[in-house]
């Protein structure tokens, strides 16, 4: 199985599954002048490490209280034993960093390709591979994937996840202070490369557009803005019981089909839809340069569904109005507290939830993403319609409507 950023797969599904698996980290070219150092984070639910033990790296091989985490000594690879998981444990995070790479000035970009492997530790077969461009990336920290756990179960996904930084900030994210482990890493004292892109903030960090800040404005870079990862995520809400968000979200039974799609228009005047009616998939490495990744038809999935821009050929789209559908079933918004977030390379992450309700209607538009001369403005629309034909006269696309499913 091949992965692009954002998809996942399930590890510990039936009674033959995976109790243990191994990840393994490579890259093209093989021979390089990066020092390249990876590292895993254990981390309960509150996104932190209980201590500094829950940081694996170069002198510190393994997870205290059972071992469920085990990096090799000579190789970029960790062994991930689900059995012997501390209970507290709900993610193990899988970095990878350039040592002292804002000293140097280097990055990602200086390489072609790094592919994650993920084996299956008894049988030896390998599970997915999750090969990464990074030609095009100017970062010297980078979250390769996560393993989590949900409903008990395990899962991992593909998270492509680069930023600035180093090692220091992404530790520090997680709650480590590297100086106290004795860790090497970039000085403190900026490096030309840290002074062009620390004008943006990191990837971590996340900014919610609403009625008072409901948008942003992108400036163009060079290579474009790499892939832009859009996610719907839903729950259906049974109770007020006080669960939390994610702990609603991972509720079995969904009621709502709601099902993630654009309408685009081309700068050459071409218009279209993607969207899993009429399998209108899309193509990211073509016209349209936006595909819609996975449809989430039984409602069971609790990562929902996701769409993709290419975002290296930003300059040849015009606008991309996201929208949600409720395709099956009584409209009921209210009960699905749904979430959009947009994942940009090098920029915050962008969340808008549907914070407005109109039972009656069955389309929502969550954003428009504006090519604006060459940058790109991301607004926050929440606004309903009974059909596509009126979402499309909204804002201008032109298409021609007929009836269609999913089959």
């Known amino acids: 199985m091949d992965l692009q950023p954002g998809q996942n797969f399930l590890i510990t599904r039936h009674s033959l599954a995976p109790k243990s698996v191994k990840i393994t980290l490579a890259w093209e070219p093989a021979e390089t002048t990066l020092l390249l150092r990876s590292s895993a984070f254990a981390l309960t639910s509150h996104g932190k490490v209980r201590s ?185 809400r049974k109770d007020s019981s006080g669960k939390g968000f994610f702990g609603r979200l991972i509720q079995s039974s969904r009621k709502v089909d709601l099902d993630l799609g654009c309408l685009f228009k081309l700068r050459n005047g071409e218009s279209g839809v993607v969207q899993a009616l009429g399998n209108a998939f899309g193509s990211l490495n073509m016209q349209p340069y936006i595909q819609l990744m996975s449809d989430d038809r039984s409602g069971a999935s609790v990562d929902g569904e996701f769409l993709h821009i290419n975002g290296q050929h930003w300059n040849k789209l015009d606008r991309v109005v996201l929208f949600a559908m409720i395709y099956e079933g009584t409209p009921n918004w209210s009960e699905t507290d749904a979430v959009v977030t947009l994942q940009i390379p090098e920029r915050p992450l962008l969340e808008i939830r549907i914070d407005s309700h109109h039972n009656d209607q069955r389309i929502c538009a969550l954003a428009i993403l504006e090519n604006q001369d060459g940058n790109l403005r991301v607004t926050k629309l929440v606004k309903y319609f009974q059909d596509h034909r009126y979402l499309d006269q909204a804002y201008g696309f032109g298409l021609r409507w007929v009836a269609g499913s999913k089959s």
């Open 52 to 236: 500094g033990h829950d940081f694996i790296y170069q002198n510190q091989l393994t997870l205290p209280d059972g071992g469920g985490v085990q990096r090799t000594v000579d190789k970029n690879e960790f062994a991930v034993n689900f059995s012997q998981m501390p209970i507290t444990i709900e993610r193990i995070v899988i970095a990878l960093t350039i040592e002292q790479g804002l000293q140097h000035n280097q990055s990602f970009s200086q390489l072609y390709q790094i592919e994650s492997k993920i084996f299956d530790l008894n049988s030896g077969k390998c599970l997915a591979v999750f090969p990464l461009l990074t030609s095009m990336m100017l970062e010297t920290a980078l979250i390769v994937g996560e393993f989590y756990s949900r409903n008990k179960e395990w899962k991992f996904r593909a998270v492509g996840q680069g930023f600035v930084g180093g090692l220091r900030q992404l530790a520090g994210e997680y709650g480590i202070d590297i100086n106290d482990i004795g860790v090497v890493d970039a000085p403190d004292t900026p490096t030309k490369l840290e002074v062009l892109t620390s004008s943006h903030p990191t990837q971590l960090k996340k900014i919610t557009l609403d009625k008072k800040n409901p948008s942003i404005s992108l400036d163009k870079k060079v290579h474009g803005f790499g892939e832009i990862v859009a996610n719907l995520n839903w729950h259906q």
